[in-house]
């Protein structure tokens, strides 16, 4: 196949900045290919995905050398209005790239822009909203879409230009995993029929093991690996060396392989595979289970809600009579598919949202007669989208602002502060301008701000969105800590690894309902309910639950404890 996309030897480095982001990269994107760039925090990506139409260097200037070729067209001599033409490309935060009131508006900017017929351009809307999942959204208002609806948002606006080369940055980090499904089916299907070629950035391993073409590693702005998906993720070594986010099941297959019983070119990507695998290596004999931990007697109510129905002023009914009650020491997951009312009703908790009917009470204090400030005492609220409420000119201001309102002294302050850069990880960035750090980091700074105030209750909104694996581990390894402290964790989260590993209650949401309420394990453990809400379970217990009919005598969350089981069972018949 021909190339569509050449890059040789691009150095870019960002204005007033010494270290290039970009160096010597080279690399080619045949016709009809999905390729996709991953890498830790930092290593590039974003910045090589503007340089694909003109961002960079037109919009961002800096100094940048060697040539890229897309469609035909050498950038250094085209305007980026010629090349968006061709090119389309999906920022990592949707907000920056919604511009109309309404869903229909939005989609048909570019159409408009690009003079369209008027009948063509309402083809174009109803078209692109179908393939994301959002049809029959047309009248809506954007500023009501939750954070996973504004990504699907973003990718129609950019598949009604018909681009000729599709780039995505980050295009499922905010979604549900059936939605996250979705978008790849829409990519699948776009190379399939139009044979358009794709490049995406990606955090998420899952997804995009099996569907892309090709997989590309950058680290420290630097191409380090380029090759097929399944030779990457089954070394683990240099998965874990190159910083990305390991498959489960491949690490279940990494700790067989380490103990001799399979060969490395038979470590698994996929359940069907590891099932297959294990069945083989079983050969009839029985899995033996551990018993499971008994669960913890729940501690008084913190938050309690009764009833709770609320409608936004369009008229949109977003929670629909919810009764929860949430107890000292838990550590609980809301999940459920964009939309269902999720942030919501986690709004409720500190009266950012007011019940329209029902009540909210927070360690015994109705929301509905306390403001935010009153109970940013007893609960920490962090936002889905950290620059919602990062507005300091520094790290350090920004961990002060609510330090100082609470009219805590100066000693106490600096003591707070250094005690939370360093839980955090902030510590070398503590004088940086907040916006000159990437979104992981800044999620750092928007949950330091928070910790900084001693909350009783944490509420974070999608803790890992935007974060590498590495920063995903410390992300959760720090709530972790707070939850073993005391302190009382919700999290809202699409990431069903991070449910498995960290929770001890979840949550299921949909259409407003809460559907299901008990112990972590046991709701992933419920497949039926969870496709009903477009939650799909973890790979681990997706597998344990086909082990059951191999002996297996619960379903296993960890990776780690059905390695160890499988380990133990096979060695008992050596």
Request: glycine share 8%; aromatic share 6%; hydrophobic share 40%.
């Amino acid at each position: 196949m021909n190339e569509i996309i050449t890059i040789r030897d691009v150095t870019y480095t960002y204005p007033n900045s010494l270290e290039p982001v970009l160096k010597n990269v080279s690399l080619a994107v045949r016709e009809g290919e999905f390729a996709v760039i991953m890498g830790r925090t930092g290593a590039g990506k974003t910045t090589l995905a503007m340089t694909l139409n003109g961002i960079i260097p037109q919009l961002m200037e800096g100094e940048m050398a060697g040539d890229i070729t897309v469609a035909g067209m050498d950038l250094s001599k085209y305007q980026i209005q010629t090349i968006t033409q061709e090119v389309g490309l999906v920022l990592q935060d949707p907000e920056t790239q919604i511009v109309g009131r309404t869903v229909e508006e939005d989609v048909a900017f570019g159409p408009r822009n690009y003079l369209m017929e008027r009948d063509e351009i309402y083809r174009c809307i109803d078209a692109s909203l179908a393939r994301v999942r959002l049809a029959g959204y047309n009248k809506r208002a954007t500023s009501e879409l939750s954070g996973g609806e504004k990504q699907r948002l973003s990718i129609a606006g950019v598949l009604a230009m018909n681009p000729s080369v599709l780039v995505l940055d980050e295009p499922t980090s905010e979604l549900d995993p059936l939605g996250r499904e979705e978008i790849y089916t829409t990519i699948r299907d776009l190379k399939q029929e139009k044979g358009l070629p794709i490049v995406a950035v990606e955090h998420s391993s899952q997804e995009i093991c099996e569907k892309a073409d090709r997989l590309i590693i950058l680290d420290e702005g630097e191409v380090v690996w380029s090759g097929i998906p399944r030779c990457f993720f089954t070394d683990l070594p240099l998965v874990h060396r190159c910083g990305i986010k390991p498959l489960p099941i491949s690490e279940i297959g990494w700790a067989l392989e380490q103990k001799g019983f399979i060969a490395k070119e038979e470590i698994p990507i996929n359940i069907d595979e590891a099932y297959t695998l294990i069945r083989r290596l079983l050969d009839g004999r029985r899995l033996t289970t551990t018993p499971k931990e008994p669960a913890q007697v729940p501690g008084p109510s913190l938050i309690r809600v009764e009833n709770l129905s609320f409608c936004y002023d369009s008229g949109k009914k977003a929670l629909d009579q919810i009764s929860l009650n949430i107890h000292e020491g838990d550590y609980i997951a809301i999940i459920g598919q964009n939309g269902s009312g999720k942030t919501t009703l986690a709004k409720h908790f500190n009266s950012l949202l007011k019940p329209t009917d029902g009540s909210v009470t927070v360690c015994g204090l109705d929301t509905a007669n306390q403001e935010p400030e009153s109970l940013a005492r007893y609960i920490g609220y962090v936002f889905q989208n950290p620059d919602h409420q990062i507005f300091c000119s520094t790290v350090y201001k920004e961990l002060e602002f609510g330090l100082k309102n609470a009219g805590l002294s100066s000693s106490e302050i600096e003591q707070r502060i250094d005690e939370v850069a360093h839980l955090t990880g902030l510590e070398a960035v503590l004088q940086e301008h907040p916006y000159s750090l990437g979104k992981g980091e800044r999620q750092k700074i928007a949950v330091a701000s928070i910790l900084a105030m001693h909350p009783k209750i944490l509420v974070v909104d999608e803790p890992t969105t935007g974060q590498d694996w590495s920063g995903i581990q410390v992300m959760m390894e720090l709530m972790d800590n707070l939850h073993r402290n005391g302190t009382t964790i919700v999290m809202i989260t699409h990431d069903m690894d991070v449910v498995a590993h960290y929770a001890k209650r979840a949550v299921v949401m949909c259409h407003g309902n809460i559907v299901m309420d008990g112990p972590a394990d046991e709701v992933l453990n419920e497949k039926e309910i969870l496709a009903s809400a477009f939650v799909t379970p973890p790979q681990v217990v997706e597998l344990s639950q086909l082990l059951v009919s191999e002996g297996l005598e619960r379903s296993i969350t960890s990776e780690e404890e059905l390695a160890r089981i499988l380990i133990e069972s096979l060695e008992e018949a050596r």
